[in-house]
């Protein structure tokens, strides 16, 4: 089974500050990666994915993440933070032949005045 | 756009009551998912379908059980709700047609209190 990782249960960042979201994955295989925002009493929103085209992948909102292979990560990045960038964000792996799902814990992401 | 609709926002139950979750979809997505969301643990599949009247356990599937009559409908059942079930419910569903990327499609959930 895979496994995900994301470093750093609580982060926070000045408003207009770089925000960094760290993922690594576990896998011989590159897979599906997704990025999920979830505002306090939502569901899950997708952000951004990479499905094998270009390694790095623009999403909503102003992100983007990279996927490196060599590192097996896919950390999310957006150059100035939003006061509205204050939510919890899943990284997620799917295998490209079945539809399991994994997680990562979620990090909460805190933008400061 | 896809949709998912889950049927209660907020629950508010007593122990031992018998609890049903709805979810329906409307994207004729095959595969369908409940989650449950906790702090500090993540998302944690509880059980998903991938097929009308099909049913596979996840990593949490006690005390819970699914229906899955119809393909747009997977309902999540708890049939003595305990206090340890008090959590959040995400639905999701997706798809394994040509094209399919691998996204899941979500909810916006259902918040289950157990007194």
């Known amino acids: 089974a895979q496994s995900v990782t994301q470093l750093g249960s609580h982060v926070s960042v000045s408003e207009g500050a770089l925000v960094l979201l760290r993922c690594n994955y576990s896998s011989s295989v590159p897979p599906y990666l997704f990025w999920y925002v979830q505002y306090p009493n939502q569901g899950l929103q997708l952000l951004l994915k990479y499905t094998s085209a270009a390694t790095l992948v623009k999403g909503i909102n102003g992100f983007e993440a990279e996927f490196k292979k060599s590192e097996t990560s896919f950390h999310l990045t957006k150059p100035s933070a939003h006061m509205s960038d204050a939510a919890e964000y899943f990284c997620?792996?799917?295998?490209?032949?079945?539809?399991?799902?994994?997680f990562g814990t979620g990090t909460s992401l805190t933008v400061i005045p | 756009d896809v949709k998912v609709t889950q049927s209660s926002r907020y629950l508010v139950k007593r122990t031992g009551e018998k609890v049903f979750l709805e979810c329906v979809q409307d994207m004729d997505h095959e595969n369908m998912f409940w989650y449950r969301q906790d702090p500090g643990l993540g998302l944690r599949l509880i059980y998903f379908s991938y097929d009308v009247k099909m049913k596979e356990k996840g990593d949490i599937p006690e005390g819970y059980s699914v229906s899955r009559e119809k393909k747009e409908r997977f309902s999540l059942i708890l049939e003595s709700a305990s206090t340890n079930q008090t959590s959040m419910y995400l639905c999701a569903s997706s798809t394994n047609r040509q094209g399919w990327t691998g996204e899941l499609f979500f909810g916006e959930g259902s918040r289950l209190t157990v007194l």
């Open positions: 997620a792996v799917s295998e490209r032949t079945g539809n399991q799902f994994y």
